[in-house]
Structures are given as C-alpha cells and as structure tokens.
C-alpha cells in the first residue's frame, strides 16, 4: 500500500491533471490510495467567501462563490465525457451544501463556517479526478474523507481521534481497495462525531497524507509537487537552490519550524512513529528521484535558507522594572494561544522580551493592545526574518555586509537574523 498526495498545483489544468494520471499508469498494479488538494488558489477563494458570508454580505458572497462553480463546471467540460451527468450531479451536491448555508445568517463562531465551507474545495476537486481517472481506465473508488478521519470539534485545526479513525479506515476505506487498485480521496479535511466538517490546518493535505500513512500501515508517503524535491532555499529569492536528495525526519520537523515551506509540520510525527519513508517529488519531471525522508541523518547537509518578509517585532517591557517573568508572561502566552499566533523568534531579557511574529491581518495590533495592559509595547513592522541551518562564517559575513540587524539568536547549528 502506497498514499500518493497531489497538492493544488498539480491540479490546476487539464494538462496537469493528465501528469497525475500518466502518474498513476506507472503504479497500476499497486495499491494507491490518491489523496487530493483543492485546485489551484481555490482555498484562497473560498476564503473570500467565508469573510463575505461573516460580515453578513449574503450577495457578494454568492457571488463569489459562482465563481468557484463556474470554474470547477468548465473544468468538467473538458476532463469528463463519458459520465458528464452523474459528476455534475455529484458537483451540484456539494454546490448546494454550501448555497444552503450562505443563504443563512452567521449565529456560530466564524472558524466554524470556514470549515463548512472550505473543506467544498477538497471535494469537488477530488470528484473531478476520479471521474476523469476512470474515463483514463485507471479504474478507482472515490470516498468522502469525513467519513474516515474523526476529529473534535476545534474548527481550523481538528485534533484527530486516531482510535476512531483508525476502526473506520479498516470499516470503509480497506473494502474498496479488494474493487481497485486505486481510491481517491481528499486532504485537509476530517469531520466531527456529530457529522460537522473540520479542517486540519493550513496546508493539511500533506498531514492528511501522513495520517492515512500510519493507518495502513503504509510501505512509503509521496507527496508530488511542481519543485524537483525539497530544497535548500526558495528558488525565487535563491535562484540557485538546490534539491536536498536525503532528509531525516528531525531535519525535516527543524526546517518546518523556522518557516520552510516544504512539508506541512504535523506531517512528519505519524510517519516516523512508524518509520514510514516519505518522497518528495516533482509530477512535472519524473525522471528525478526527489528527496527521500527517512530517520537516517544526513551528515553532509547543504546550508538550508528561511527568508520570511513581512514581519513584525514587539519590545515588550514590564511597567514597574519587575523581572520579565510569572503571571505576565504567562498571560502573555494566552493571548499568544488565543489568537492563533505563533512566535518566529523570541528573546528575554531582565525586564523586557522580544517577540517576531507574522505581521498578518489584525492580529499584531490586537496582541498589542491586549499586552499593553501590564507591558509597555513598542512595535517595529517591515522587517525580515533570516534564519540558516548548517551554516558558514563565510556565508554569514557576506550576509552581514548588506544588512541592518536588529535581533539574532545563535545556537550551534541554526542562526537567526531579524534585519531591516
């Protein structure tokens, strides 16, 4: 048993969607389970959505959500022949499980209707390539995650009841597998006991991956991208970064942390509790062997480069010359929680802390304003946040020469640079 994940990019065209398939005629007489992404930036979309509906402009919001069905109807044009009226049934379904809502007023928390919401995306995605697949005689069952991966009821981050989940997969998911070689199924998503639907976190298809991998006791993950495997630095700030061919779980986990964007966090802990291998690979050129993931450490590791922009530091010092300790910065950590912030960086001193976080949204003035109630906070936006692994004095001074550095924290392995 294999789980293959394809993420949003290697769904977003027709000629795409065929590399998926041409994908899968290689593995046809194995035991696949396909696990989708929305297409494209439809997560993007359906967001736009869900702010529309919450702020009560029932209109727009219908609006935009004809948007998404006029596109994902398009897409069935050209992909679906042979089975064009019960896709479009099945599309027209889920369509009206969210025009049902968006016709409502808000009266739940908004992290609640994002994912009744959202999770259509996964979805109708999922049910386009099954069709197409089986017009393409890679014959193949399609099942609706939420019927398999259980979660509580934290809307935008489902905790998974592993025990639930696991009773059924073996009920629902295992008996397919004896029709085809193939099951096609949807990341991101799970849904609550009482049948809501729960999202896993931004980016969660690949943890939906690494959850299905422990499950079945699968032989290996795949996660296929439109990058060659993961590398050492963005190829679009650092044009030349290369693949890293061997990666281990810690390395993997570590790169997450400080902001690579490679492999969702969550991903890794299933897999290594069960030391399954996970590829990472490009559906664009198969010829590549992409990076493999395993619990073996890589000692001859390349310098690996994080650049996150848009950040913002707070200078939080305590109002009465007290240490920077107990209850305030305890406090502190509540409202961190409370609004779903998690520091990139954070230094203490005697009677002031540093924290760097995403300047997103309304977040930063929120935080601000409720720390101020028993710190004096100063706020500097614009900055960016540098940090390298494995790296060389040689690298650094070259760095430092073209940089304002504000704040840096250094361990033996890691360095990290808040800069202007």
């Known amino acids: 048993m294999k789980v293959f994940k394809f993420g949003g990019a290697s769904t977003n065209s027709y000629e795409r969607i065929k590399s998926l398939a041409h994908i899968l005629e290689y593995h046809k007489d194995e035991k696949v389970l396909i696990v989708v992404s929305a297409m494209g930036k439809m997560t993007n979309a359906l967001e736009k959505v869900v702010d529309a509906f919450y702020e009560e402009r029932n209109e727009d919001a219908l609006k935009l959500f004809q948007k998404i069905k006029d596109y994902h109807l398009n897409q069935l044009k050209y992909l679906i022949t042979l089975h064009w009226e019960k896709a479009t049934t099945q599309l027209n379904d889920f369509f009206t499980e969210v025009e049902w809502l968006l016709h409502d ?32 005689k890679l014959a193949n069952e399609w099942i ?23 009773k059924l997969v073996s009920e629902k998911l295992l008996p397919l597998f004896e029709q085809n070689n193939f099951v096609v199924t949807q990341g991101f998503i799970g849904s609550t006991d009482e049948n809501e639907s729960t999202t896993l976190g931004r980016e969660g298809s690949d943890y939906t991956a690494a959850i299905f991998a422990y499950l079945l006791d699968a032989e290996s993950a795949t996660i296929w991208k439109d990058v060659d495997g993961v590398l050492n630095a963005d190829p679009k700030e650092f044009p030349d970064a290369i693949t890293i061919k061997e990666l281990s ?48 450490q890589n000692h001859h590791m390349p310098i690996t480069i994080v650049k996150k922009r848009n950040q913002a530091l707070l200078t939080l010092q305590t109002t009465d010359f007290s240490f920077a300790e107990g209850k305030p910065v305890n406090l502190l950590y509540e409202i961190l929680d409370e609004l779903r912030i ?3 960086l954070t230094q203490n001193g005697a009677i002031t802390l540093f924290i760097c976080i995403d300047d997103v949204d309304e977040k930063t003035e929120k935080l601000a304003i409720l720390a101020s109630s028993f710190f004096n906070v100063n706020i500097q936006k614009g900055l960016t946040l540098l940090t390298l692994r494995h790296f060389s004095e040689q690298y650094l001074q070259m760095n430092e020469a073209n940089a304002e550095i ?14 202007k």
């Open 249 to 296: 779980y810690k390395e993997v986990i570590e790169m997450a942390y400080f902001g690579a964007k490679v492999i969702h966090p969550k991903t890794i802990k299933p897999l290594q509790n069960k030391n399954i291998p996970l590829f990472v690979r490009s559906f664009l050129d198969l010829r590549l062997s992409g990076t493999v993931i395993t619990s073996n």
């Open 342 to 344: 998690k520091p990139n």
């Open 144 to 166: 609706d995650v939420r019927d398999l991966i259980r979660t509580d009821d934290t809307f935008r981050e489902g905790k998974v009841d592993w025990d639930v989940s696991k």
């Open 105 to 136: 007023k808000p009266v739940k928390d908004l992290n609640y209707y994002y994912d009744q919401i959202v999770c259509v995306g996964e979805l109708l995605s999922s049910t386009l390539i099954s069709y197409f697949l089986n017009e393409e």
């Open 406 to 419: 504000i704040l840096e924290q250094r361990t033996s392995d890691t360095i990290q640079q808040l800069m």
